[in-house]
């Protein structure tokens, strides 16, 4: 019933700029707190920034200064602004996003299919 869609992932110099996407699609009660995690290959998944509904902020501790994460609500899109991106920045990054689908039902956790992002010279 929700379908996360992320874009803007790509390959870039160290200190170099992306903003990431996340486009929410479906139909729902409500969309709560919209997260980026990021994952490499042979390690977990971690989360790196989350919007709650009421706009307050997270990070983790390895991008707090460079990333900045923002929210549209008219269009139900959430925005990962990476600057002075480095090495270890590269990753899948996956946008999440915890929904209700009605009033009295719960709370569920949605995924995006994920966006390379690759820092490199």
């Known amino acids: 019933q929700v379908q996360l869609v992320e874009s803007g992932g790509g390959l870039v110099q160290p200190g170099g700029s992306l903003r990431l996407s996340c486009a929410a699609s479906?139909?729902?009660?409500?969309?709560?707190?919209m997260h980026w995690y990021r994952q490499v290959p042979g390690k977990q998944r971690e989360l790196v920034a989350t919007?709650?509904?009421?706009?307050?902020?997270d990070y983790v501790d390895s991008v707090k200064g460079r990333f900045t994460i923002s929210r549209d609500y008219d269009k139900n899109t959430v925005y990962l602004q990476m600057n002075s991106l480095k090495p270890e920045d590269t990753a899948v990054y996956y946008c999440n996003a915890d929904v209700k689908l009605s009033a009295y039902g719960p709370l569920s956790a949605y995924w995006g299919q994920g966006t390379q992002v690759t820092v490199s010279s």
């Open positions: 479906g139909s729902w009660f409500m969309l709560y707190s």
């Open positions: 919007i709650t509904l009421g706009g307050n902020t």
